[in-house]
């Protein structure tokens, strides 16, 4: 069971995880809101991954990563 509060290395990684999903993204032209579309998920998820404001599931990261084109080694490295 996760320790309450996360370390900080957590979060830190989390964020670095969204600013991957957000370069992608932004590299394809995509908004927020066309991302989701295309992934099945809500504009308020992608927003929630690229900020890190919360854990992700490993499914959303990789429906996002195929939309993006990319494998998802590159979204979490």
């Known amino acids: 069971m996760p320790t309450d ?3 900080a290395w957590v979060l830190t990684r989390r964020q670095a995880i969204g ?3 957000r370069a992608a993204r932004v590299e394809r ?3 927020q ?3 989701g579309e295309m992934a099945g998920l809500d504009r308020k998820t992608i927003n929630r ?3 890190g404001a919360h854990a992700t599931l ?5 429906l ?3 939309v993006l084109g ?4 590159d979204l979490v490295r």
């Open 58 to 62: 490993i499914d959303h990261l990789l």
């Open 19 to 21: 600013d991957g999903v």
């Open 29 to 31: 032209k995509l908004s």
């Open 64 to 66: 996002i990563a195929d």
């Open 33 to 35: 809101e066309k991302l």
């Open 49 to 51: 991954i690229e900020q």
């Open 70 to 73: 990319v494998p998802l080694a």
């Open 5 to 7: 509060p996360l370390p």
